[in-house]
């Protein structure tokens, strides 16, 4: 995730493995099973979300640094810090759902 030059392409891919790595490193055989099973309709989300909600170089920025600081919690065993960076990174993501929720509407009643 941190090439950039990668990253054009390969958004949404990157993106699924990390969720399946989360999946894993929770040690939940049912979460991992979930989110196994949903793996394709994850991505499908995923390539809206990276291509058209989230589709700017800041934000691909954003995303990556969010993810960072997920995976850097995690892999040092800082179960508070990882459930802290996460609700972050949600709650950016829900920004971006009310921007665009407010924006969709208005482009709408433009045309």
């Known amino acids: 995730m941190r090439d950039e030059r990668r990253r054009a ?3 949404a891919d990157d ?3 990390l969720h399946l790595a989360i999946a894993k490193a929770s040690g939940s055989a049912i979460y991992t099973h979930i989110v196994t099973v949903i793996r394709d309709i994850l991505r499908e989300m995923l ?3 990276r291509y ?6 800041a934000d691909d920025r954003t995303v990556y640094a969010q993810h ?9 065993g800082d179960a508070e810090g990882a459930a802290a960076a996460m609700q972050r990174h949600l709650a950016w993501v829900l920004d971006h759902y009310k921007k665009e929720s407010v924006r ?3 482009a709408a009643a433009a045309s």
């Not at 960072?68 to 040092?76: E, F, G, H, K, P």
């Open 9 to 11: 392409t390969h958004k």
């Open 104 to 106: 969709a509407p208005a």
């Open 15 to 17: 993106d699924v493995r």
């Open 52 to 57: 058209q909600l989230f589709s700017t170089p």
């Open 47 to 49: 390539v809206a979300h």
């Open 68 to 76: 960072r600081a997920i995976v850097d919690a995690i892999s040092a």
